[in-house]
């Protein structure tokens, strides 16, 4: 990978031997760099993001406490350039490079790392992703035509997109009531990039990207979980033993599908 001997300056200056590394993955647009030694990363953003990751900072400091495998904050920097965020690195690949066997190994303790986020107390959380926040910011991005159809399910990339959304806002009164019978903290991007994973033990290490971290329906979560991990398994088999471990794992009997539809739909209108 490129080194950074030009990079931004608001990369904080690292001792001798030690220099920032350009890696490229991430959705959001923000630059990232790794360490050179693999113990921190940086990301980098502008403009309007770099508000965005000013509320990232703020939601990894607050998890930090808690000890759940999540990034410390190792530095902070805002200027005219933009913004810095600077985070330890968690141990281990993330669970999207994992093969589907690989995978089901490991998606019991992924499964108990959600749950131990959402089992948190709600009252202790000063962030808010809850369904009201989620379809207002899904209007924006419809009404701006900026949804990405990459993030849609196939059958959906023909559709208008705010007919998608007029679908959900038909099932508000609906899924608010539950969101208030099963609010919890969800991380609020639960895909399997996100989730760490000791490729020796194949136990889930942590949790990374909290941007979207706040109090929710816990099936906002759920749903991305479940969907993006299909892409990992080999076969029907694997996908239906994942999600009979995922809710037997959570203590949840009876899973509503029906609900996982709702935010997997209502997901991909979220992000733009």
Known sequence: MPSTANAPSLLPALPLGREWLAVSHGESGDSVYRRSDGGAFAKLSQGRGASALEAERRRVEWLSRFKLGSPEVLDWRAGEEGACLVTSAIAGVPASDLDGDQLLQAWPSIAARIGALH?????????????STMLARAADVVA?????????????????????LLVLEAQREQRLAEEMRDRVICHGDACMPNFMVDPATLRCTGMID???????????????????AGESWSGPEQAEAAFTSLFEVLGLQRPDRQRLDFYLGLDPLTWG
């Not at 089992?119 to 369904?131: H, M, S, T, V």
């Not at 701006?144 to 998608?164: K, T, Y």
């Not at 979560?221 to 993006?228: G, H, I, Q, S, V």
Request: glycine content about 8%; some cysteine; aromatic content about 6%.
């Open 119 to 131: 089992a948190l107390a709600i009252e202790d959380c000063p962030f808010e992703r809850g369904l």
């Open 144 to 164: 701006r035509g900026a949804v990405n159809p990459d993030f849609l399910p196939p059958e959906q990339r023909e559709v208008v997109p705010a007919d998608l």
């Open 210 to 228: 909290l941007g979207r971290l706040g109090t929710a329906d816990r099936y906002a979560d759920l749903a991305l979980m479940l969907a993006n």
